[in-house]
């Protein structure tokens, strides 16, 4: 059986993968700080022979007996509200995390894939964003504590490959959403549903102009394990290049919800993004993959999930930094 470590195994895409590669027939081996993972996403697990949870931090020397095949760096704060709750961690996640996961996938000989982001790009002038783009980033701004994170976690992944010869894969993720999102974290998709939950405006920022475009969870993944089993070491783009504006989205929530709330806009953040959309060329002709999942089976997925939730969990708003 082969084994796989996974950090940010309880976060939102850390679990998913986690349930993907127990039902590919691996022993996967869980890692997580829980700063902002949640063990409700992988307790369903525990009771498997072939799953393993070290509740440990990426950022310090990292430890696994044994063998290991593969690992998947998804350690990362992944929310404006987290980040800027927590920039330095978000920083040392991104560098000394990275580091130390190189280093271990060093050592065993193992094939790595970390977890880079379109955030990259940062307020991008090239539309749709393609892989040869070098993106457009304020590292002093906001934002720049995950996007230098990601760029830092990319460069020193090319490094250990060119000079150790590590097996590396860089994945860059796109607007994703599904089961296991956070509902207050600050992104759009859960912000919008815990707000029509609530019964509270929608808020939308700015003109509401800004663009996104939404991958549904089991697509991604599907890109992601793609990616691994390929040869190739260079970043892809894996994301959903259907573009829909925050506002006309924001409408969708709302009919979705069937809520009868109204749209109440506010200042745009420092360095938001105003268009974001995978240029996904490399990933059809490398990986053979594409987006399958309709965004409206999605949401309804999505929305079912977060209406499940115990109530006191989506009665709580988000604090604001």
């Not at 912000?191 to 969870?217: H, K, M, P, W």
């Not at 599907?222 to 994301?239: A, D, H, W």
């Amino acid at each position: 059986m082969k084994r796989v470590l996974i950090t940010g195994a309880a976060g939102f895409l850390g679990s998913h993968l986690c349930d993907r590669f127990i039902k590919e027939g691996y022993h996967v081996i869980g890692m997580d700080n829980l700063i902002t993972g949640d063990l409700r996403n992988i307790e369903h697990l525990f009771e498997l022979p072939q799953f393993d949870f070290y509740h440990h931090d990426v950022t310090k020397f990292i430890h696994v007996s044994g063998p290991l095949d593969y690992i998947l760096h998804f350690a990362s704060p992944a929310s404006p509200i987290d980040y800027l709750k927590i920039p330095i961690q978000t920083l040392k996640v991104g560098a000394l995390g990275t580091h130390n996961c190189l280093g271990l996938a060093k050592e065993k000989k193992a094939t790595i894939l970390v977890a880079s982001t379109s955030e990259v790009y940062g307020d991008p002038l090239v539309h749709p964003q393609n892989e040869d783009y070098w993106g457009n980033v304020n590292p002093v701004g906001p934002r720049g504590v995950y996007d230098e994170a990601k760029r830092f976690m990319e460069s020193i992944t090319r490094a250990y490959h060119t000079f150790h010869g590590v097996d590396i894969r860089i994945v860059r993720i796109f607007n994703t959403y599904g089961p296991r999102m956070r509902l207050n974290d600050g992104r759009a998709l859960p912000a919008f549903i815990g707000q029509a939950l609530r019964g509270e405006n929608l808020t939308v920022f700015g003109d509401g102009s800004q663009t996104r475009s939404f991958c549904y969870v089991d697509d991604l993944i599907e890109g992601i394990y793609r990616l691994l089993k390929s040869n190739y070491t260079m970043p892809v783009n894996i994301g959903n290049p259907h573009e829909i504006s925050l506002l006309e989205f924001a409408e969708e929530v709302l009919k979705l919800t069937g809520s009868k709330v109204k749209i109440e806009f506010r200042e745009l953040p420092v360095d938001d993004p105003k268009q974001r959309r995978p240029d996904i060329t490399r990933a059809k002709e490398i990986l053979g993959w594409q987006p399958t999942v309709d965004r409206s089976k999605g949401l309804q997925i999505t929305y079912d999930y977060f209406r499940s939730l115990p109530q006191e969990e989506w009665s709580k708003k988000p604090k604001e930094f």
